[in-house]
């Protein structure tokens, strides 16, 4: 797989009817190992060995209701209260960042509300606050460590 612009980890990868799966820590089982995945496995590794997010409070490629319509999330994170608090976008390595993924993202976050939207191709990582209440966003230099975020 492409080495990408986030920690490594060790990873546990097996074969499992000729195809490779990795194992998600989140979701405690063996996934197929798209170039997406191997972008949200990173991803879920950095949130939660670097940034210390607790893993209880991610929640990986589960459904999310938007207009009364049922759509997938790559991870969203929750805050202590149980409130949705971050939105992360994965795409795989080759797939640019582009206005239409922020789009993408923004039309999720305007019923959600959740405090931040991440996009990351591996890559690049893009974050940005919203300020609801303001109607405001901004890009963050960084994600926010889990603890520094939850202060804000």
């Known amino acids: 797989m492409v080495c990408l612009n986030l920690p490594p980890f060790d990873h546990k990868i097996i074969e499992r ?4 799966t ?4 989140i ?3 063996y996934v197929a190992l ?3 995945e191997w972008v949200r496995q990173h991803f879920i590794h950095y949130l939660t060995r670097h940034l210390q997010y607790p893993k209880a409070l991610l929640n990986v490629e589960n ?4 207009n009364r319509m049922l759509k997938r999330s790559d991870i969203v994170v929750y805050d ?3 409130q949705l608090f971050m939105i992360v976008e994965c795409k795989a390595h080759h797939h640019a ?3 239409a993924v922020f789009e993408q993202i923004a039309v999720y976050n305007h019923t959600l509300k959740a405090r931040y939207v991440v996009v990351t191709n591996g890559l690049q990582h893009y974050c940005c606050r919203i ?22």
């Open 63 to 66: 459904g999310l209701k938007f």
């Open 80 to 82: 202590r209260q149980g």
């Open 131 to 152: 300020d609801h209440q303001q109607k405001t966003y901004a890009f963050e230099e960084s994600l926010p460590f889990f603890e520094t975020a939850q202060q804000s």
């Open 17 to 20: 009817e000729g195809k490779a």
């Open 34 to 36: 798209t170039p997406e």
């Open 27 to 29: 979701r405690k089982k």
């Open 22 to 25: 990795i194992f998600d820590i």
């Open 97 to 99: 960042i582009t206005p």
